[in-house]
């Protein structure tokens, strides 16, 4: 008997665009308030500093903007779990683009409100099933989305990595989302059914080659929280530091997945 398929996740489409306006709002604020030193301080992204950070996260999310000025493309080419895969090859045209609009735009929160006041006349005037010409390829707009939300979060987390004691908050739903998509992308790069990855409270995913789980408890299990997890498969945070820093359990032969991360760089 052939494996059974695994069921492909679906995001809600109005609890997705809600999760973005509200992670992008919890961005402006805390922008809002920052002093001239502040935006200077340095990240964990190469040499940009933290106001080249937040131009990029006003870039990430008229990344649909700019889709929806091309014309819409005949059918889907990938699926939105594909689309972590993608984003490497892009880091120069990323980093070029971001630089111009840090320069572009002086006054951040302006930036950030012209940012969010367009792209929801855009979601008003677009159904979410418009497909989108995207970097990654062509998928619809209400799956466009979730990657938007996995943008947001992830760059909160760099924000509050640069800046001590800013502590951004994460929307609930935007961290569901982030969690699951890139679970579900470890899923994809490494299929099977001998290993468990869990991360409550939003994800649990079998992945790896080998004897499958069916029942019980599973011989090779890894868990972690959710930000830790969002650190490892973004690159932010190696295996065997989150293993010896206690940020991650991993029990059985297969549990170390290492060798798999990160998922997105």
């Known amino acids: 008997m052939p494996p059974a398929k695994k069921r492909?996740?679906?995001?809600d489409p109005v609890k997705t665009r809600a999760a973005v306006f509200a992670q992008l709002a919890h961005v402006r604020e805390a922008a809002r308030g920052l002093?001239?030193?502040?935006?200077?301080?340095?990240?964990?992204?190469?040499?940009?500093t933290v106001r080249d950070l937040i131009a990029h996260?006003?870039?990430?999310?008229?990344?649909?903007?700019?889709?929806l000025e091309l014309p819409?493309?005949?059918?889907?080419?990938?699926?939105?779990?594909?689309?972590?895969?993608?984003?490497g090859r892009r880091a120069a045209d990323i980093d070029a683009f971001t630089r111009g609009l840090t320069d572009?735009?002086?006054d951040l929160d302006a930036y950030?409100?012209?940012v969010d006041h367009s792209l929801r006349a855009l979601l008003d005037e677009h159904p979410g099933s418009r497909l989108l010409d995207t970097s990654a390829g062509a998928l619809p707009l209400a799956d466009y989305l979730v990657t938007r939300a996995l943008e947001l979060v992830v760059h909160t987390d760099d924000l509050n990595a640069a800046v001590p004691g800013l502590d951004v908050p994460y929307d609930r739903q935007a961290l569901a989302a982030t969690t699951r998509l890139l679970a579900d992308a470890l899923a994809v790069k490494a299929p099977g059914g001998s290993t468990e990855v869990r991360v409550p409270p939003y994800a649990v995913v079998q992945c790896v080659e080998g004897?499958?789980?069916?029942?019980g408890t599973p011989p090779n299990v890894v868990?972690?929280?959710?930000?830790?997890?969002?650190?490892?498969?973004?690159?932010?945070?190696?295996?065997?530091?989150?293993?010896?820093?206690?940020k991650v359990s991993a029990s059985g032969e297969r549990a170390d997945i290492g060798g798999l991360l990160p998922v997105m760089s």
């Open 112 to 114: 950030l409100a012209d």
């Open 72 to 87: 819409a493309p005949p059918k889907p080419t990938v699926t939105v779990v594909e689309w972590p895969f993608s984003t």
């Open 104 to 106: 572009a735009h002086p």
């Open 8 to 11: 492909v996740r679906s995001h």
């Open 211 to 215: 004897p499958r789980h069916t029942r």
């Open 223 to 246: 868990e972690t929280d959710p930000l830790t997890w969002i650190r490892l498969a973004t690159g932010r945070l190696t295996w065997p530091d989150a293993l010896s820093g206690a």
């Open 35 to 48: 002093a001239p030193e502040q935006l200077a301080l340095p990240t964990r992204l190469g040499d940009w």
């Open 57 to 67: 996260i006003g870039m990430a999310v008229t990344a649909v903007h700019r889709a």
